[in-house]
């Protein structure tokens, strides 16, 4: 599974973004889907995650109400729409894959994810 991550950008405080991430390789639409964050000199962290039919989300309180996961199994891709932007979201943003399912209707750590994108780089100016 490839993951290319897209989206990315200098941004105001208070400002939207969307970031895409395309997969190929192997059945998107069974895939458990995942965004991370890593600011400079912290560790990579939960963002929001979604599960294979798009329904069942799940989001870190940092973001909740403000960021949006979704997919569209038809285009392999997964999406985060970001709006009112904190100068604390900036980061690299990274898309993960988890191929098979353990029970849960999504998945929120970084070591349930098998398959990582290369990410991109968010900044939000203040």
């Known amino acids: 599974v490839q993951l290319q991550a897209s989206g990315g950008g200098l941004v105001q405080a208070g400002d939207s973004l969307r970031l895409s991430c395309a997969a190929s390789g192997g059945s998107f639409s069974r895939y458990f889907m995942g965004w991370f964050r890593q600011a400079p000199g912290k560790e990579r962290e939960f963002v929001a995650a979604v599960g294979r039919n798009g329904y069942n989300t799940g989001y870190a309180d940092s973001v909740k109400g403000r960021f949006t996961i979704s997919r569209d199994n038809a285009k392999n891709t997964v999406y985060l729409q970001m709006n009112s932007l904190k100068p604390d979201d900036t980061a690299v943003y990274y898309c993960?894959?988890?191929?098979?399912?353990?029970?849960?209707?999504?998945?929120?750590?970084?070591?349930?994810?098998?398959?990582w994108g290369q990410g991109t780089l968010v900044t939000v100016s203040s």
């Open positions: 993960a894959v988890r191929t098979w399912n353990s029970g849960s209707v999504y998945y929120t750590r970084r070591g349930e994810y098998e398959y």
